[in-house]
């Protein structure tokens, strides 16, 4: 809903981005579109229905979903 919840820099995750999809690609097919989710930090807070979620990647774009 317009404030920032959580900012999440790729390179603290635990695992890189070509482990993570490397290894779930030998159990799934993954197609154009997929998300994978990583998880969130503590302190993000609860979603309540009507809710607007936006999602953004630097360098990728962003995605904005309404929680239902």
């Known amino acids: 809903d317009g ?7 790729m390179a603290d995750m635990v ?3 070509p482990a993570l999809v490397s ?7 993954l197609l154009p579109g997929d ?3 990583c998880g969130t930090s503590v302190g993000v807070g609860v ?3 009507g809710c607007t979620v936006e999602v953004e990647v ?3 774009g962003r995605l904005v979903n309404r929680f239902e």
């Open 35 to 37: 998300l994978i989710l």
């Open 23 to 29: 290894r779930l690609s030998r159990d799934m097919t």
């Open 58 to 60: 630097e360098g990728i």
């Open 15 to 17: 695992f890189g981005i």
């Open 3 to 9: 404030g920032e919840r959580q900012h999440y820099p």
């Open 47 to 49: 979603m309540k229905p």
